[in-house]
């Protein structure tokens, strides 16, 4: 997946498209979809330190 945005990746958990990758469960869905909120409300500090984002990351961007 080739996500640019946090509204593509909302909207890939939503359709759930990402249980594809390994480790990316129901749970996990709901975790990064919580995320997504504190995000959106401006508490952008503790999406940072969301290892589920950053194991998406890596799967986006392996170089990483």
């Known amino acids: ?17 990402l249980r594809t990758l390994k480790g990316f469960g129901p749970k996990v869905e709901e975790k990064i979809l919580k995320g997504i909120e504190l995000y959106k409300k401006g508490d952008k500090r503790k999406v940072r330190h969301c290892p589920h984002l950053q194991q998406l990351q890596q799967h986006n961007h392996p170089h990483y």
């Open 1 to 17: 997946f080739k996500i640019k945005t946090i509204s593509e990746l909302e909207k890939l958990l939503k359709e759930k498209k």
